[in-house]
């Protein structure tokens, strides 16, 4: 159910908001049926001249039924994702110098530096993507003191959830 809510979320990100995602997280998981460490969705705003101009951290929850702990449970992890960076970088700056990549790559590092001091622009999304209707699904989240910044939610929901990831990520071996 996770890797359905990071591929949705990371599509609707790229489709939609016409962020980059020079890495898929997904395809470097060493085992698909455990999570992959750090951040759900790490992805960048690129200037017209392919610099990189702010840092998207995103967690996607994919729910048979919503929970608001879920909801709480991704806006501590975007909370404490720039303490003092996400770990996600480390990984992407490693694969994107593996793929000769290197410019891209020493820009963020450049920005791993900056993000303890607070120096770069970060955005956060959190994604709830659940089988059944929330009437109010980030109302936790609008009722805590303090709110991450620069942060956008979405929720999705797809009746049928558990049949739909089942048909999508099943084994061909198994029908």
Same mark, same amino acid.
Request: charged letters at 25%; glycine letters at 6%.
């Given at each position: 159910?996770? $890797?359905?809510?990071?591929?949705?979320?990371?599509?609707?990100?790229?489709?939609?908001?016409?962020?980059?995602?020079? *890495?898929?997280?997904?395809?470097? %998981?060493? $085992? @698909?049926?455990?999570?992959?460490?750090?951040?759900?969705?790490? #992805?960048?705003? /690129? &200037?017209?001249?392919?610099?990189?101009?702010?840092? #998207?951290?995103?967690? %996607?929850?994919? /729910? &048979?039924?919503?929970?608001?702990?879920?909801?709480?449970?991704?806006?501590?992890?975007?909370?404490? !994702?720039?303490?003092?960076?996400? *770990?996600?970088?480390?990984?992407?700056? =490693?694969?994107?110098?593996?793929?000769?990549?290197?410019?891209?790559?020493?820009?963020?590092?450049?920005?791993?530096?900056?993000?303890?001091?607070? %120096?770069?622009? #970060?955005? =956060?999304?959190?994604?709830?993507?659940?089988?059944?209707? %929330?009437? $109010?699904? @980030?109302?936790?989240?609008?009722?805590?003191?303090? *709110?991450?910044? $620069?942060? &956008? #939610?979405?929720? *999705?929901?797809?009746?049928?959830?558990? !049949? /739909?990831?089942?048909?999508?990520?099943?084994?061909?071996?198994?029908?």
């Amino acid at each position: 159910m996770g $890797n359905f809510g990071e591929v949705v979320s990371s599509e609707h990100l790229r489709q939609r908001h016409g962020y980059k995602m020079p *890495v898929f997280k997904l395809r470097y %998981a060493e $085992n @698909f049926l455990m999570p992959t460490r750090g951040e759900d969705i790490v #992805c960048f705003e /690129l &200037s017209e001249e392919r610099r990189v101009t702010a840092v #998207c951290i995103g967690e %996607a929850k994919t /729910l &048979s039924a919503y929970r608001t702990s879920a909801v709480k449970e991704a806006h501590d992890r975007l909370a404490s !994702a720039f303490h003092p960076f996400p *770990v996600s970088l480390s990984l992407i700056v =490693n694969i994107l110098y593996e793929r000769g990549e290197d410019q891209l790559a020493d820009e963020i590092e450049e920005i791993i530096a900056k993000l303890p001091l607070q %120096a770069f622009p #970060c955005k =956060n999304w959190i994604f709830i993507i659940t089988g059944d209707e %929330a009437e $109010n699904p @980030f109302g936790s989240v609008e009722e805590k003191d303090q *709110v991450v910044q $620069n942060l &956008s #939610c979405v929720d *999705v929901y797809l009746p049928d959830l558990q !049949a /739909l990831v089942d048909e999508m990520f099943g084994s061909p071996l198994t029908r």
